[in-house]
Structures are given as C-alpha cells and as structure tokens.
C-alpha cells in the first residue's frame, strides 16, 4: 500500500483524520503503528512517556484492526485501528503493570480491566503503559520510579500530573489517543499543560474495575486527545455499566458527541470568582479572559458568580484522598504480588522492608496523612468532617447549575514549571491543582482544552457541568475549540 501522507502530517492528526485516511485506503493501521513506534523510539529518550512499550503486540493488533476495517469479522468503530497507549494504573493482562512504583516491578496481571478490554474489543491498538506519577499521586510526574516525564513543549519543564505520560504522548506525537485517570486532576491538569484536550467524566460513567485504587470515591477514568471530537468517541467507548464496580451507573447517553455541532449560542455560562486564585500567572489570567471574550461572542451568556466553599477544597481533598489511599495501599505488602523480600525473619518485617523499600516519598507522606486522619481521636475531626464539607460542596455546585449550563475556569493557575522547581514544598505542588480539585470532590464531569499561550507555553481552559452534564461541556468545548486554533499548535518535538 502506498502512503500519501508524510509522517509529519500523521504525529499531529487527530484519531478521526486518521480514521478518514483508514476508510480511503490511504494508510492502513500496521503503517500507522510503525510509524508510531518509530517515534516513540526516536523521543522516548528525552520524554520518557512510556514505562513499557509492547510493538510486537501492538503490530498483531493492527493487523486485525486492518482486517475488520476492510470488512472482515466485526464491524469497525471510531477507535478501530487507532495506535493508543494506556496509563500504567490500568491492569493489563500479561503486561506488566507498575503504577509507576519499585512495589510493583515484575507484578503481570492475570486479567484486563473494564476499560482495556472494552478498547480492545473496539479493535484500538495499545502500544504500551504510559509514565505517571507512582500510584497517580502527583501534580508533575516528577514521583515515578521509573524517572520523570519531560513535557515536549520544553523537556526541561513538567508535563503535570499523575498522567503526564499519558499527556506528554498525545502532546509529542507519539499516539493518538491516551488513556488516563483523573483523581483530583490528574487527565485536565497535565492536559492543560501539555496544550491538548483532557476530560475527566462523570463519577461512575466509566468502570473503575482494573484501575488500581488511589481514592476510590474520587478516581475516574478519561481520555487524552487531540481534539473534543476524539474525547467524545473515545468516551464512546469506555463508558459502560459494569457489575464488577460497585459504583458504576448505566451510561445516559447513545452518543457523547450528540450535540457537539450545537454551539453555546444561548448557554449560560458561570463563571465562579473564587476560582481566580492568589498566584495565578498574569499571562493565564489574560488568556481566560480572552476566552471569555470569545464564548460572548459566540453567544454565551457570560456571568460571573461565587463558589465560596472552593476555598476549603484542597483541604477536604488532602483529608479524603490520602485517608482512601491508606486503605487502598494496605493490600502492598510483599507477599501477594510485586515486591518481595527473603531478608526478614518474621511476616511483620517482611511487608516492613517490602513498603520501606518499595514506596516513594510523596506516597508515603501521603499514607501517613490519611492513617493519621482515621486514626482514633482524629477520624471525627478530620475524615468526617472533611466529608460534611464534601456534601456542601456538592450541593452548592448543585445549586449552580439550576442557574448555569456549565461553568468554565482556569484548568491550572500556572504554565508547565521547571522540573525539580517545586519538589520541596509540597504545599506550592498541591497548589496545582486547586482549579480541579472541587470536580472530583462533587463527582461531576469536567473537560480541559488548549485556552491559550502565554510564555510560549499551553494554557488550558476548563468546562465544568452538572452530574451526568458530560454532553454540555464537550458541547462547549468543541464550540470554543472551533472558534480557536490553540489546538492546532504543537510542540517543535
């Protein structure tokens, strides 16, 4: 087959583009994916997007997407053929699956978890486990085992976090879609970062079955894109009630991409004041307030409000989060998966050593947090009060939306900082996610896309929507995406 497309024009197209040179017999997925593993070998040094790469998987897979694309066995969809990669939190069968920790090296997972098998069914192509902060705890990246991502746009800068592989990847050119997961930001802010599209859906809307666990009342699983249209397909996708998570709802929708021509002629718009933070980079305030500019003139209802109880987010977030994590990380103890020690006399020292040695800094301050939270004494004070303020928080976002359509924000109040710059003060990291944060908190579907430059680097903006609102934000932000090129600028990678 004859390609009639350069590979410079293939690193920067969007899944449906190449899902248009599929259907006209231009390219086919096996060239796709070569040319994707060849870029992946060319930049993974200086990015380190992937823990794992898996070409000889990825090539088998294509070729049986190529089949079905040409009519044979099951009906293509929108995703098939389309080289993708998968955040290392997402259990793979045979495939090592690390969450980015030394306490998981070597650990093979027996089965898929809902999303991977549901991508896998829709004939996309998975090239390998994307780079992440260890257990997606993380705004930078900088806290995997496995070294820290470099953001393409600037390799001495952060991608953000946890999915800054995953962000990176989409960024560079080295896939097309990722997948990642979203805990208190961690698919917008690196989104934001990174200048593509990220969403973090409505709680439940996605399986989190095969996720390893980081807040199990705040992780959602999402996409990586190049454009709202792609996020919309690929949501598509992963959305689906499943038995196995106890908290996953049946999907209200046929088509996340219903309304994705309808405009925001008409729709009012919040735009909620407390979000305009103390240390918010002058060159992000002015690219939202052209954004704002931009979606009056489109026709939105511009206004602003107030959201005062953003302000106690962070703090109900570094109760709750850490305090689920202390659970959820309990099960690592050296014996039943991953790693392991013959050096201990007794069971006790064992997991002792196998924690000691296996868990990173920023996931042991975060263990401590939450085991002090439940402790006795202290779980009233903080872990239950922190979730009394959680239902106000709720319910005030709840009360926005008898008012608004959606809201929209700052994705992240600073650009991609210089990597290692805020790696000792933790409070100055957990500052990167305060714009994103009090989604998760409220469980309600959010989106990020390209909002803007300043400094040479992406600047995102964010939609918020109401429970279940997924198809009002990617409305929203397909409206503003079309009326914009920040989307159409990448990194000179």
């Given at each position: 087959?004859?390609?009639?497309?350069?590979?410079?024009?293939?690193?920067?197209?969007?899944?449906?583009?190449?899902?248009?040179?599929?259907?006209?017999?231009?390219?086919?997925?096996?060239?796709?994916?070569?040319?994707?593993?060849?870029?992946?070998?060319?930049?993974?040094?200086?990015?380190?997007?992937?823990?794992?790469?898996?070409?000889?998987?990825?090539?088998?897979?294509?070729?049986?997407?190529?089949?079905?694309?040409?009519?044979?066995?099951?009906?293509?969809?929108?995703?098939?053929?389309?080289?993708?990669?998968?955040?290392?939190?997402?259990?793979?069968?045979?495939?090592?699956?690390?969450?980015?920790?030394?306490?998981?090296?070597?650990?093979?997972?027996?089965?898929?978890?809902?999303?991977?098998?549901?991508l896998?069914?829709?004939?996309?192509?998975?090239?390998?486990k994307?780079?992440?902060?260890?257990?997606?705890?993380?705004?930078?990246?900088?806290?995997?085992?496995?070294?820290?991502?470099?953001?393409?746009?600037?390799?001495?800068r952060?991608?953000?976090?946890?999915?800054?592989?995953?962000?990176?990847?989409?960024?560079?050119?080295?896939?097309?879609?990722?997948?990642?997961?979203?805990?208190?930001?961690?698919?917008?802010?690196?989104?934001?970062?990174?200048?593509?599209?990220?969403?973090?859906?409505?709680?439940?809307?996605?399986?989190?079955?095969?996720?390893?666990?980081?807040?199990?009342?705040?992780?959602?699983?999402?996409?990586?894109?190049?454009?709202v249209?792609?996020?919309?397909?690929?949501l598509?996708?992963?959305?689906?009630?499943?038995?196995?998570?106890?908290?996953?709802?049946?999907?209200?929708?046929?088509?996340?991409?219903?309304?994705?021509?309808?405009?925001?002629?008409?729709?009012?718009?919040?735009?909620p004041?407390?979000?305009?933070?103390?240390?918010?980079?002058?060159?992000?305030?002015?690219?939202?307030?052209?954004?704002?500019?931009?979606?009056?003139?489109?026709?939105?209802?511009?206004?602003e409000?107030?959201?005062?109880?953003?302000?106690?987010?962070?703090?109900?977030?570094?109760?709750?989060?850490?305090?689920?994590?202390?659970?959820?990380?309990?099960?690592?103890?050296?014996?039943?998966?991953?790693?392991?020690?013959?050096?201990a006399?007794?069971?006790?020292?064992?997991?002792e050593?196998?924690?000691?040695?296996?868990?990173?800094?920023?996931?042991?301050?975060?263990?401590?947090?939450?085991?002090?939270?439940?402790?006795a004494?202290?779980?009233?004070?903080?872990?239950?009060?922190?979730?009394?303020?959680?239902?106000?928080?709720?319910?005030?976002?709840?009360?926005?939306?008898?008012k608004?359509?959606?809201?929209?924000?700052?994705?992240?109040?600073?650009?991609?900082?210089?990597?290692?710059?805020?790696?000792?003060?933790?409070?100055?990291?957990?500052?990167?996610?305060?714009?994103?944060?009090?989604?998760?908190?409220?469980?309600?579907?959010?989106?990020?896309?390209?909002?803007?430059?300043?400094?040479?680097?992406?600047?995102?903006?964010?939609?918020?929507?109401?429970?279940?609102?997924?198809?009002?934000?990617?409305?929203?932000?397909?409206?503003?995406?079309?009326?914009?090129?920040?989307?159409?600028?990448?990194?000179?990678?």
């Amino acid at each position: 087959m004859t390609t009639h497309s350069t590979n410079s024009d293939l690193y920067f197209a969007t899944a449906r583009e190449l899902r248009t040179k599929f259907d006209g017999r231009e390219l086919s997925s096996v060239e796709a994916t070569r040319a994707m593993l060849d870029r992946i070998s060319s930049l993974e040094p200086n990015l380190n997007s992937f823990i794992t790469v898996t070409p000889e998987r990825a090539l088998k897979d294509a070729e049986a997407a190529d089949r079905r694309l040409q009519g044979s066995g099951q009906e293509a969809g929108p995703l098939t053929g389309v080289p993708i990669m998968i955040k290392d939190n997402f259990s793979t069968k045979d495939v090592e699956t690390t969450a980015a920790s030394n306490i998981l090296k070597g650990y093979i997972p027996p089965y898929d978890g809902t999303a991977v098998r549901l991508l896998k069914e829709a004939g996309a192509v998975i090239l390998g486990k994307g780079n992440l902060d260890e257990f997606a705890m993380g705004s930078s990246n900088e806290s995997s085992a496995f070294g820290p991502v470099h953001n393409p746009w600037d390799t001495d800068r952060v991608p953000g976090g946890s999915s800054g592989g995953a962000a990176a990847a989409v960024a560079a050119g080295e896939c097309f879609i990722a997948f990642g997961s979203d805990t208190g930001g961690s698919i917008r802010q690196p989104a934001s970062l990174c200048g593509i599209v990220g969403m973090k859906p409505t709680y439940g809307l996605v399986s989190r079955f095969g996720l390893l666990a980081f807040g199990s009342s705040l992780d959602q699983i999402g996409p990586l894109t190049r454009s709202v249209a792609d996020c919309a397909d690929a949501l598509n996708v992963i959305s689906n009630h499943d038995h196995r998570d106890s908290t996953s709802v049946a999907a209200p929708f046929d088509d996340f991409a219903q309304d994705i021509d309808a405009g925001v002629a008409g729709m009012n718009i919040g735009v909620p004041k407390e979000y305009m933070v103390d240390g918010m980079e002058p060159g992000v305030l002015s690219a939202f307030e052209a954004s704002l500019k931009i979606l009056e003139d489109l026709g939105a209802n511009i206004s602003e409000t107030s959201l005062p109880l953003t302000d106690h987010a962070l703090a109900v977030y570094y109760i709750i989060a850490p305090s689920e994590a202390s659970a959820n990380l309990s099960r690592y103890d050296g014996v039943k998966y991953g790693l392991g020690t013959l050096n201990a006399d007794t069971s006790a020292q064992a997991t002792e050593i196998a924690r000691g040695e296996g868990f990173g800094d920023e996931v042991k301050r975060r263990i401590f947090l939450g085991t002090y939270a439940l402790s006795a004494g202290y779980y009233d004070a903080y872990y239950k009060k922190a979730q009394q303020v959680r239902t106000l928080i709720r319910r005030e976002f709840t009360d926005a939306f008898l008012k608004f359509d959606a809201l929209v924000t700052p994705t992240s109040p600073g650009v991609a900082f210089k990597i290692g710059e805020k790696m000792d003060d933790p409070f100055q990291m957990y500052m990167n996610d305060v714009c994103t944060i009090p989604v998760n908190i409220a469980g309600l579907p959010s989106i990020s896309v390209p909002g803007g430059i300043s400094e040479d680097l992406p600047v995102g903006l964010q939609f918020i929507g109401p429970q279940f609102g997924d198809t009002t934000v990617i409305r929203g932000a397909a409206a503003y995406e079309q009326a914009t090129n920040w989307h159409q600028k990448h990194p000179l990678i």
